[in-house]
C-alpha cells in the first residue's frame, strides 16, 4: 500500500502531461498546462508523503476531474469524418467562387455584408424560391481557439455567417459573440440536435444552399 499510491499518484502525474500535451491548442499553451498538471499531482503525491491526505485526496479528485474533461474536449475536437476532410479546400473555392457576382455590386463593392433587393433578379425568383435555413443546422458546437491561443469548447445558436465570421449566442459566455471560421479546429462543426459532424464549408452549403456573400437573417 506504501507503494502503490505513491506509484499511481505518478501514474495520474503522466497520464495528466500526456493528455494535455495532445490537446488540440496552441504549442506554448500545451506545455504550460501540461506541466502545470504535472506539478499538481506531484503536490498530491507531497501531501501524501507528509501525512496531509485530505488536501492530497482534494487535489487528486479536483485533478482527475479536470484531466477526465480535457480528454473528452480533446476527443470531441479531434474526431473526423475522412471524406468531410478531402473536401475542405474544394468546398471554400465553390463558396468563393458563386459568391464572387455578389461582390460585382455597382456601387457598393466596398461593403462585405450585401443583400440585393428581391428585384434586381426577377428570373431568378421566377425558377426557383429561396430556401429557407433548417433550423436545427443553426444549433452547433465546436472547438474554438480564440486569438489569446485558448482553446474551449463552444455551444452556439447562430444567427448570421458571412465568408469569415460566424455570429451568434453563446452559452458558455452566455451572449452574443462572433466566432472567425479559420480559428475552428479542425474546420469542424457539430450539430448539437443530431450529433452529426461536418466541415464548416459543408455545414455553410446545407445551412443556406443558394449562394451569397452573407447567410442569415
Not at 37 to 43: K, M, R, T
Not at 56 to 72: E, P
Not at 145 to 166: A, H, L, M, P
Request: net charge positive; proline share 4%; with cysteine.
Amino acid at each position: 500500500m506504501e507503494i502503490a499510491i505513491p506509484l499511481a499518484f505518478m501514474c495520474l502525474a503522466i497520464l495528466s502531461f500526456v493528455i494535455y500535451i495532445k490537446s488540440p491548442s496552441s504549442l506554448i499553451a500545451r506545455i504550460l498546462k501540461a506541466f502545470t498538471a504535472f506539478l499538481y499531482a506531484f503536490i498530491a503525491l507531497g501531501a501524501y508523503l507528509t501525512a496531509d491526505y485530505f488536501f492530497s485526496i482534494i487535489i487528486a479528485i479536483t485533478l482527475i476531474f479536470v484531466v477526465v474533461r480535457r480528454a473528452k474536449l480533446t476527443r470531441k475536437g479531434v474526431e473526423t469524418s475522412p471524406q468531410q476532410t478531402s473536401q475542405v479546400s474544394t468546398v471554400e473555392s465553390l463558396i468563393k467562387a458563386k459568391s464572387h457576382p455578389i461582390k460585382a455590386s455597382d456601387d457598393n463593392k466596398s461593403n462585405k455584408n450585401i443583400n440585393l433587393p428581391s428585384n434586381r433578379h426577377p428570373h431568378t425568383q421566377s425558377k426557383k424560391k429561396p430556401r429557407i435555413a433548417n433550423v436545427a443546422l443553426k444549433n452547433i458546437s465546436f472547438s474554438y481557439t480564440n486569438s489569446n491561443g485558448d482553446f474551449s469548447y463552444r455551444e452556439v445558436d447562430v444567427s448570421k455567417v458571412d465568408e469569415d465570421y460566424i455570429f451568434g449566442y453563446c452559452h458558455m459566455r452566455r451572449q452574443l459573440r462572433t466566432f472567425r471560421l479559420d480559428r475552428i479546429e479542425n474546420e469542424e462543426v457539430i450539430v448539437r440536435e443530431s450529433g452529426e459532424i461536418l466541415n464548416v464549408y459543408d455545414w455553410i452549403v446545407e445551412l443556406y444552399p443558394l449562394p451569397g456573400k452573407e447567410y442569415g437573417s
